[in-house]
RNA sequence: GUCCCGUUCGUCUAGUGGCCUAGGACACCAGCCUUUCACGUUGGUAACACGGGUUCGAACCCCGUACGGGACGCCA
């Protein structure tokens, strides 16, 4: 870490619509790393300027969203409703100045202005019919709206630290609206002056804002501001390629969690869309901040693969600790009927944890995994299972049951005991788990039968091979 | 329509002029392991959007074309 890099700050700003999507998470996620990699802070924003949509609830989803993903923030969160006040001064302060000035077109003069544009083939944009008119002019009753002087000649230039230098005619923008006839701000003119307020230094943000980064720049000079550094990164798009939405399955955040999705797994999915360090694949928290960088950010756009997603959470819940698992399972179980999960399936869930977490992808996979422990005699069969449960099959179990009666109830033993069976009967071991498997979990598939048995106990392993004997 | 951005296996990506007969990961296929299912492991299929140029040499540099995305609001 270099000296003085304390001084950078990153922020996060969602507009609160009801969820947090999950390219606004990887976004979240972008700025999160980049400040902890420099030593700086990371704020959050919330962008609630458009009273109509934005709730409290909605603003409660996306708190809940960055604290599962374990993106914690710096200082106290800013609403930029709030602030409305400092932005009306701003925009007045850019009016005194001449760097503003008043417009009197009513909304449907604008449309109008927009359609004929459009008709004739040119830009929909604001003519400047009100930039250089005298203000005596104006229509009685109206109240006016506040426009940027823009410049009109020559170019605007943003050095993006992903896109790299990307420049635009300033005679392709017309004069915006900073400050609205009801004299609350407009998006562009609120962020500006917010970043600026908050001291921020780097910008990361999706790039379907570079366009508006021109304009936001313009906001920064007229006011003798430093800018800060703008990174935009490319946005996540569907399977289909087309932009990301509910078609394409999950896309908020809460909503990976209800799937079964660990948060340090969706992480390290979102890190490596977009950003990659050589072949690392599989990255952990501590690793990604000290590798992060924007200048390792693409510039094109990823799709979401959820193929992907569920291999990496694998991966994740295999190294996850046992109890916070077992944690998990009772927590989803809880929803489930025809359970008795009392403390002794606790135990057994837990003992039965690190052969059950091998063969999971999801938590949802590992709870109907686990399911089995919880129940009780008489157990529900899979059709498989209980295909397996024939005639012959009910013979051998009573035999393997009185055998195993006889056993220790280790691991071990019970592995032991089961061989010695299977060769003293000219069995293959197969021939003896499968139907012991059906008997104990109603299903054909679970881990080792040995730690399954083990995991059931004496009593209970018992009792569902008689009941399945019968 | 105008402006801006992008384009390597199906997907995520490595690659910054010779190391590329293009590497890794997921997915897919086949084999091994095995007590089912997974895990693991071995191998396989599969890509530089297209066309020009620059160069001894181009996935990499330049120019076009196509395709994709984004922005053009008194939304954010």
Redesign the pocket.
């Known amino acids: 870490m270099t000296q003085g890099s304390t001084a950078i700050r990153t922020r996060f700003a969602p507009?609160p619509t009801g969820l947090l999507h999950i390219g606004g998470a990887r976004t979240a996620l972008f700025n999160y790393l980049y400040s902890r990699h420099v030593g700086g802070a990371f704020l959050l924003r919330v962008?609630?300027?458009?009273r109509e949509?934005s709730t409290d609830a909605a603003t409660q989803v996306i708190l809940e969203g960055l604290d599962w993903l374990g993106l914690t923030r710096d200082e106290q969160t800013v609403f930029?409703s709030s602030r409305a006040d400092r932005h009306a001064v701003v925009a007045y302060q850019l009016l005194e100045t001449g760097k503003a000035y008043r417009?009197?077109?009513?909304?449907e003069e604008?449309r109008q202005m927009?359609e004929q544009a459009?008709a004739e083939?040119?830009?929909?944009?604001?003519d400047g019919r009100w930039r250089d008119r005298d203000p005596a002019e104006a229509p009685a009753g109206v109240?006016?709206?506040i426009r940027l002087k823009a410049p009109q000649e020559g170019e605007t230039v943003v050095e993006d630290m992903v896109?790299?230098?990307?420049?635009?005619?300033n005679a392709?923008m017309?004069d915006?609206?900073i400050l609205?006839?009801?004299g609350?701000p407009?998006?562009?003119h609120a962020v500006v002056v917010d970043d600026h307020d908050m001291g921020i230094t780097h910008v990361i943000r999706g790039?379907?804002?570079?366009?508006?980064t021109f304009r936001q720049v313009q906001i920064f000079q007229a006011m003798g501001w430093d800018q800060p550094r703008f990174a935009h990164i490319?946005?996540i798009?569907g399977?289909d390629?087309?932009?990301l939405s509910k078609r394409h399955g999950a896309v908020s955040v809460l909503e990976f969690r209800e799937q079964g999705f660990l948060p340090e797994a969706v992480c390290n999915y979102l890190l490596?869309?977009?950003?990659?360090h050589?072949?690392l694949?599989v990255v952990d928290r501590d690793e990604a901040i000290r590798l992060f960088d924007i200048a390792?950010v693409?510039?094109?756009?990823?799709?979401m693969?959820y193929?992907?997603l569920?291999?990496l959470n694998?991966?994740y819940i295999?190294k996850a600790d046992d109890d916070r698992l077992t944690r998990e399972v009772l927590q989803r179980l809880a929803h489930q009927p025809h359970l008795s999960l009392g403390s002794i399936a606790a135990a057994r869930i837990r003992a039965l944890m690190p052969q059950l977490k091998?063969?999971?992808?999801t938590l949802v996979e590992l709870a109907n995994a686990a399911a089995f422990l919880a129940r009780v005699v008489p157990l529900p069969m899979e059709p498989k299972a209980e295909a397996q449960l024939t005639a012959e099959a009910k013979l051998l179990l009573r035999d393997v049951g009185s055998a195993l009666g006889e056993t220790d109830f280790t691991v071990a033993a019970i592995?032991a005991a089961?061989r010695g069976f299977a060769e003293a009967t000219g069995r293959?071991?197969?021939q003896v788990?499968?139907p012991l498997?059906a008997a104990l979990t109603g299903s054909?598939?679970?881990?080792?039968?040995?730690?399954t048995i083990a995991a059931l106990g004496r009593e209970e392993a018992l009792a569902r091979i008689s009941a399945a004997a019968r």
């Not at 417009?103 to 909304?107: E, G, N, R, Y």
């Not at 790039?207 to 508006?212: E, G, P, Q, S, W």
């Not at 091998?358 to 992808?361: M, V």
Request: charged fraction near 35%; include cysteine; aromatic fraction near 4%.
């Open positions: 507009s962008e609630d300027t458009d949509r930029q417009c009197w077109c009513s909304a604008l927009r459009v083939g040119r830009s929909p944009r604001y109240k006016p709206s896109q790299g230098t990307v420049r635009v005619a392709e017309d915006m609206i609205r006839s009801d609350t407009t998006y562009l790039d379907d804002h570079l366009t508006n490319p946005l798009h399977a390629g087309a932009k490596r869309l977009g950003w990659s050589g072949d694949e390792d693409n510039r094109g756009a990823s799709r693969d193929a992907k569920t291999n694998g991966i295999r091998e063969r999971a992808k592995d089961l293959k071991l197969g788990a499968q498997r054909t598939v679970s881990p080792g039968i040995d730690a």
